[in-house]
């Protein structure tokens, strides 16, 4: 597979290079069962990560696979930078280029900035979370645990993406991904949290009850954004809560029909779902997280700085 420069959005990539990134992830993950995890791919090679905004899963998964891969990892910390004084992110850009950084993994609070930076840059630039717009490395590592849970072809297998829809960029870029995949979507959520201008094909539900009828495979948890809701969504995460979070009552019929729960991190207990969801058997949360670092090192073998052509 010819390598790209960037990884900006799932939109961009092509039905091969997708193929390619999952297929070659399954190697990388079969690195972790050996004594030393790590191979020489990246030798030589400095991956920055640049990120705006507070990460846990993504911003270690990334280091954890930079790492594993032999590169050099540089976490450029932007609370103690010259971002605080003003520098605006071309400055920052400019002043690692001339360090001579091979890749950027960047998250930023506003769509776009992976882009910008990409046009401004030689490195390989990686988007890790930008606005409401896209998250591909998420949605390539979910991709990759429905295909570990059903198998390569996932035609018409069911996704229900459950919660704050119209804030997470998980939601659009691993919903789109799904799609393109073969399986059937639906949203379910507060109508105030329900996108727009959501794809016609993806089913929308009100209630537990419908979305059952349904008859989904999956359902993936979204974390309500609060920090991004600048107006009440709803009337309190409490009165959330008891409609559509995933209770102790409502996953009984989850367990009885041998449904799969994924949630993408961090996840507020006693919001979009309880303390016993967490130790579900057909929880694939924790296996979203492993997975993670090997698609994510399957990104990084691909992908070729300009700087190296």
Request: aromatic share 8%; net charge neutral; hydrophobic share 40%.
């Amino acid at each position: 597979m010819t390598p790209r420069k960037d990884l900006l959005d799932i939109q961009s990539l092509t039905d091969e290079e997708i193929e390619f990134v999952l297929s070659n992830a399954v190697p990388f993950k079969n690195l972790f069962k050996r004594s030393v995890k790590k191979v020489p791919t990246l030798r030589g090679r400095t991956v920055l990560t640049l990120f705006y905004e507070p990460s846990t899963r993504t911003l270690s998964s990334f280091e954890v696979a930079a790492s594993r891969l032999s590169a050099d990892v540089i976490n450029f910390s932007v609370s103690t930078s010259s971002v605080v004084k003003g520098e605006s992110v071309l400055d920052t850009i400019s002043t690692l280029e001339a360090m001579r950084t091979d890749y950027v993994v960047v998250r930023h609070s506003t769509s776009g900035i992976p882009n910008l930076i990409a046009k401004n840059t030689t490195a390989s630039v990686i988007n890790a979370g930008d606005g409401f717009h896209a998250h591909p490395t998420q949605a390539l590592l979910d991709a990759f645990t429905l295909r570990e849970v059903f198998g390569d072809n996932l035609s018409n297998k069911r996704i229900a993406f459950v919660g704050d829809i119209q804030h997470s960029r998980v939601a659009r870029s691993t919903n789109l991904l799904c799609r393109r995949l073969g399986m059937k979507t639906a949203m379910l959520a507060p109508s105030s949290l329900i996108p727009r201008n959501h794809p016609p094909e993806v089913d929308i539900f009100n209630d537990w009850t419908s979305l059952h009828a349904w008859n989904p495979d999956v359902i993936y948890l979204l974390r309500v954004q609060s920090e991004r809701q600048n107006v009440p969504f709803f009337p309190s995460l409490g009165e959330y809560h008891k409609i559509y979070g995933l209770t102790d009552e409502r996953l009984k019929p989850i367990r009885d029909r041998g449904l799969y729960v994924m949630h993408p991190g961090p996840v507020n207990r006693g919001v979009e779902l309880t303390d016993n969801v967490m130790s579900y058997e057909r929880s694939l949360i924790n296996q979203q997280v492993e997975n993670g670092i090997a698609v994510r090192m399957s990104v990084l073998h691909w992908l070729r700085p300009g700087s190296l052509e």
